[in-house]
Structures are given as C-alpha cells and as structure tokens.
C-alpha cells in the first residue's frame, strides 16, 4: 500500500514537472520558436551588443535552441513511453521508475544547460550589458509573477 502511494506520488510529481519542461522546450520550437527569437533579437537590442558580440550571441542562441530540441524529443519519447505503461493491464513499476528517473535527469540536463548558456552570455557582454541583462530579467520575472497572481484571482472567482 505504501508502495503504490509514493509510486503515485512520483508519477503526479513527474507529471507536474513534464508541464515545465514542455514548457521550456516549446520555447525553441513550433509556434514558438518565432517568438523565442524576436525575444533574443529584442533583448540584443537591448542591450546596445556590438556585431561581434551579436554573432557570439546569436551562435550561443543556436547551440541551445539545438540542445532544447534535442531534450525534446527525447522527453517526448520517454513521456509516450510512459503513457503506454499506464494504459497496460499490469504496471511494471520497475520500468515506470526508470522511466520517471531518465525524465528527471533530462529535465536537470536542461536546467544546468541554461545555467550555463546564461553564464556564457555574460562572458560575451560588459559589464554595463550585464547589469542592464540583469535589469531586464528581474522585470520579466516580475511581469511573469503578476500574470501567475492574476491567472490564480481568476481561476479562484471562476470557482466561486
């Protein structure tokens, strides 16, 4: 019983965590991908880069929009693997939990890769771009913020 608790603990927490993921990757493709790339050229904008830096920039931007696709579609896999899992008769709760495991090691490879292609966009940038980059991000992480707070109020007075 405690078993088949944490098993389903581990699949809704992992489903949870596939919404981020997919997410982040729809960022760097299909309908998406044209607006991932306004916002890279607006943020270059932005910071008033030099050509040099832009084409720094603008080869850092490919090599992640090409390391995201490349998670993507092996998340997609594992993910419609898992759905096959689920729809069995019987559960092999051994493969689920590898299964469960590979996408959260996807999804930390994915982490640490934006990690570090943030931190080569600093080494690319002066230290005024930097502090102007760090401008920019705190307020989208606050419009973002906003928009979580006024989806909730709504989603709370749809309720009532």
Known sequence: MLLNKSLLALVLGTSVMMVSVSADARNYGGMHDKHSAERHQMMMEQLGVNEQQRAQLDKLYEQRKEAVKAHQEQMQELMQQQRHMMQQDT??????????????????????GRHDHYKEMQKVLTEEQRAKMNELREEM????????????????????
């Open 91 to 112: 559960l092999d709760k051994g493969k689920l939990q590898s299964n469960l495991r590979k996408q959260a090691d996807i999804r930390a490879e994915m982490m640490a």
């Open 141 to 160: 992480y606050e419009k973002r913020e906003e928009m979580r707070e006024k989806a909730y109020e709504r989603k709370k007075e749809n309720k009532k």
